[in-house]
């Protein structure tokens, strides 16, 4: 039974799926529009212009699914008490991703050696989510 984290970008969900496309290699899955919903938004549950935005996506990276949206409201997205956790590897792909969801983001702590892999470290992309980024985990 997987647990898909599902995330909302608030407008900006395809600038998002850009960026984990760039930082993970990602794939998208399928990508759907509010204009294209079989059954017509209820008036007025979403801001105006908004039928080309993002209704629902589907992304892999490596073999697991993330999910995500615009929603239905153009507050900024914000993404409080989770991070996401990636095992990535070779080292040097691991930092391309991190540095790539550095830019316009925030590092938290730099990828470096720890007791239970040669490198992890974790950032918070532009659009707030924090990933934790991890090299193979060691016995120790």
């Not at 938004?41 to 073999?63: F, Q, R």
């Not at 991703?97 to 007791?115: K, W």
């Amino acid at each position: 039974m997987p647990i898909e984290p599902y995330l909302f970008f608030n407008g900006l969900c395809e600038e998002a799926l850009a960026l984990y496309q760039r930082a993970f290699g990602a794939q998208i899955e399928t990508m759907h529009r509010f204009r294209e919903s079989p059954a017509p938004m209820p008036e007025g549950s979403l801001p105006p212009g908004w039928e080309d935005k993002v209704m629902h996506a589907s992304l892999l990276i490596g073999g697991s699914r993330i999910m995500a949206s615009d929603g239905r409201g153009a507050e900024p997205p914000q993404f409080r008490g989770f991070a996401l956790s990636v095992v990535i590897e070779p080292e040097e792909k691991a930092r391309a991703a991190f540095d790539a969801l550095a830019e316009g983001g925030h590092v938290d702590m730099p990828l470096a050696p720890t007791f239970y892999s040669p490198y992890f470290g974790m950032v918070r992309d532009r659009f707030g989510v924090q990933w934790m980024i991890t090299g193979p985990y060691q016995q120790g």
